[in-house]
């Protein structure tokens, strides 16, 4: 097979994404009062609605309607004050109703978007040589570096509810094909469940992989789910095909069910772009089919092969009235929004002067911003891109730090009074406890003396006792540096000063200019 980077040469891949997320933050499911938990031992949270018995009848959950149309609201969609539940039926027993309820032609929400930024290394999958407006629907600008900006439409986003989950023992990887045995947890069967269908406006599979990272911190941020990928709270499948580039009509597509992590869309989608381009340079055709991605193996493998048209027999449900939202139903909900991470990365940028991927990483994070939010209260704004580096470079490798000990690192930082190999040190001493970081410093005698006055002596000695590194210095190798900085770092041990290998360096540095 060609590359990706062959591939999209010649052809333009056309991608769309359904992407399934649980309201895993609220209490009760979405038609009944059953508590919504999935910890809990094998059906036990249900009741005859979730059970589908004959005779139960379904209460809308008002929490869930309100945090899809804050979805809604985050997606930049108009709100449908008048829509109804359908119900859409299949036979399977992870439904026992027969019907799952979803919604029909119109969803809470309809028409939204979402703007990618897209940069780096993914940046190049999308080809720079010919004018990015005419190779889609979606107009794009591109910068000097290769980063561009690209709208992908949403067409809607609508409720349904989760089916219940099924395991099934003996098989390959769980699957049901060899299985010898089936178990089913209804605990799952009725969660609140929102579906996102975007247009086919992706065209690489590094954006969709942006898109889907954009729009789980959205909900993160909107605080309406935990947006696991790994747990599959939140699901997604991969709808690609190819075209001739400078065509207009879509190809036939195949579809990938449930990936489950960001990596496994990129590469499922990489993998089905060349293939679909082997199959159609060899002068065969694509088969409209769902196809499963195996990470192990690196490639996707048929599923089952569409049916002409799904058979559903969706129409409204007699049990539950038409909505008419209110004006004040969505107003609460937009009040309700908090900042989302554009805006905070924004003002990360403007306020602190962080830099723009620092400023995106820790807005993207509600938990990780609002750690480094607290911090920089402490520690104090000037501090921030040091708390900024804490908080990305070296929080991560540990288990519980608290926002004031992060700040006090920090601080201990930005001063020089540590360096960062010893402010992991430190960190890994507190982690855990609610140690102060000063006291760790002092304790280990870890403080580096910021005091020039008490490192000439040492500096003055170093220079005397190293004259070769002093002439290698002055005809140009600059690199002696670095030697010289540790003859300091050891000298000033000795003498029972703590060095602080930046001062040394500037100290030695401004003499062997001079
Ligand atoms: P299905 O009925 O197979 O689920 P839909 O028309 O509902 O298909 O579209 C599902 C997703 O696939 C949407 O995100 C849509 O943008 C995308 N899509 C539709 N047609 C194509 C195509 N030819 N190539 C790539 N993506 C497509
Ligand atoms: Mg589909
Ligand atoms: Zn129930």
Same mark, same amino acid.
């Given at each position: ?64 309607i ?6 809604g ?6 709100i449908?004050?008048?829509?109804m ?8 027993p992870?439904?026992a109703?027969?019907f ?12 939204g978007?979402l703007?990618?930024?897209?940069s ?44 219940a ?11 049901i094909?060899g299985?010898?045995e ?5 605990n ?15 065209r690489?599979? *590094? &954006? !969709? @992989?942006?898109?889907?990272?954009? +729009?789980?911190?959205t ?6 789910s935990?947006?696991? /990928?790994e ?23 195949t579809?990938?069910?449930n990936?489950n ?33 195996e990470?192990?193996?690196r ?28 004006d004040?139903?969505i *107003? &609460? !909900? @937009?009040?309700?929004?908090?900042? +989302?991470?554009?805006?905070?990365r ?7 002067? /962080? ?15 609002a ?8 520690a104090g ?6 708390v900024?580096?804490v908080?990305?470079?070296?929080l ?5 730090i608290?926002?004031?000990?992060a700040?006090s ?12 190999a ?6 890994e ?14 304790e ?10 008490a490192? *000439?002596?040492?500096?003055?000695e ?15 190798n600059?690199k002696v540096v670095?030697?010289?900085?540790g ?15 930046k ?12």
């Amino acid at each position: 097979m060609r590359t990706l980077q062959e591939v999209l040469a010649d052809w333009e891949a056309v991608i769309g994404l359904e992407v399934h997320t649980e309201l895993t933050t609220l209490d009760t499911k979405m038609f009944c009062n059953c508590r919504l938990s999935h910890d809990d031992a094998p059906n036990s949270n249900v009741c005859p609605v979730c059970l589908g018995l004959p005779g139960a009848l379904p209460v809308p959950n008002r929490r869930a309607i309100q945090s899809i149309v804050m979805a809604g609201l985050a997606t930049n969609c108009e709100i449908q004050r008048h829509s109804m539940f359908y119900r859409k039926h299949y036979f399977y027993p992870d439904m026992a109703k027969n019907f799952q309820t979803t919604q029909g032609p119109i969803a809470f929400c309809m028409h939204g978007h979402l703007d990618l930024t897209v940069s780096g290394p993914g940046a190049r999958e999308r080809p720079m040589r010919e004018s990015l407006a005419a190779d889609g629907v979606t107009p794009v600008s591109r910068a000097a570096d290769g980063s561009y900006v690209v709208p992908i439409r949403i067409l809607r986003i609508h409720m349904e509810e989760d089916a219940a989950k099924m395991v099934h023992i003996g098989g390959e990887e769980g699957r049901i094909a060899g299985a010898s045995e089936s178990l089913i947890d209804y605990n799952r069967c009725g969660t609140p469940l929102i579906e996102l269908v975007t247009e086919p406006d992706l065209r690489t599979p *590094e &954006e !969709a @992989r942006l898109f889907m990272e954009k +729009l789980r911190q959205t909900f993160l941020a909107l605080g309406i789910s935990d947006c696991s /990928l790994e747990s599959g709270s939140m699901r997604c499948d991969g709808n690609v095909s190819l075209r001739r580039r400078g065509e207009t009509g879509l190809g036939t597509k195949t579809e990938m069910k449930n990936i489950n992590s960001f990596k496994s869309l990129h590469d499922a989608l990489e993998y089905e772009i060349r293939r679909q381009a082997e199959v159609l340079e060899e002068g065969g055709v694509v088969y409209q089919e769902t196809r499963h991605w195996e990470p192990g193996r690196r490639r996707t493998v048929v599923m089952r092969t569409k049916e002409t048209a799904d058979d559903y027999r969706l129409f409204p449900d007699p049990d539950l009235a038409p909505f008419d939202l209110s004006d004040e139903f969505i *107003e &609460e !909900a @937009r009040e309700r929004i908090p900042e +989302l991470p554009d805006a905070r990365r924004e003002r990360y940028e403007a306020s602190f002067g /962080l830099r723009r991927d620092d400023a995106a990483q820790i807005a993207g994070d509600p938990t990780v911003a609002a750690l480094f939010e607290e911090a920089v209260t402490t520690a104090g704004e000037k501090v921030a891109p040091t708390v900024a580096n804490v908080v990305i470079n070296l929080l991560p490798a540990f288990g519980h730090i608290t926002a004031a000990q992060a700040a006090s690192v920090s601080a201990l930082l930005a001063a020089d009074a540590i360096s960062f190999a010893q402010a992991r040190e430190v960190l890994e001493a507190v982690d855990g406890t609610d140690a102060d970081p000063e006291r760790v410093v002092d304790e280990r005698g870890l403080r580096q003396s910021t005091d020039s006055a008490a490192l *000439e002596p040492v500096v003055d000695e170093v220079l005397d006792r190293c004259a070769d590194q002093v002439r290698q210095y002055r005809d140009g190798n600059t690199k002696v540096v670095g030697f010289l900085v540790g003859q300091c770092m050891k000298a000033s041990k000795a003498a029972g000063v703590k060095g602080n290998p930046k001062l040394f360096n500037q100290l030695l540095t401004a003499r062997l200019e001079a």
